[in-house]
């Protein structure tokens, strides 16, 4: 198997301000998304050469939450001690 880019999500407390501290750094912003018209934005991303991270406000990549939530059915498998099957 060859990997060819890996973009990891960072949870940020506060998405403007973390544009600000890696622009800092030198990396720039690519790209925000509002959840809906009229909200600020709680994901976004930076870049640097050709790496990429992802930044998400409050949500994805949580700080210690150590769970996996699924989006859809799943094979049967071990989820955070959990069995969990698929639906279909």
Known sequence: MKIAGL?????VSNLG??????TKLGWRKLWNWY???GAPPTFG????GKSEIF????GQ??????R??????VAPAVLVGQCMK???
């Open 7 to 11: 973009t990891p999500i960072l949870n």
């Open 17 to 22: 301000e973390s544009f600000e501290w890696f």
């Open 35 to 37: 959840p809906q018209a």
């Open 45 to 48: 991303a930076v870049s640097n």
């Open 55 to 58: 930044l998400c406000q409050g």
């Open 61 to 66: 990549g949580s700080r210690g939450a150590g």
């Open 68 to 73: 996996l939530v699924p989006t859809g059915p």
């Open 86 to 88: 698929s639906t279909q």
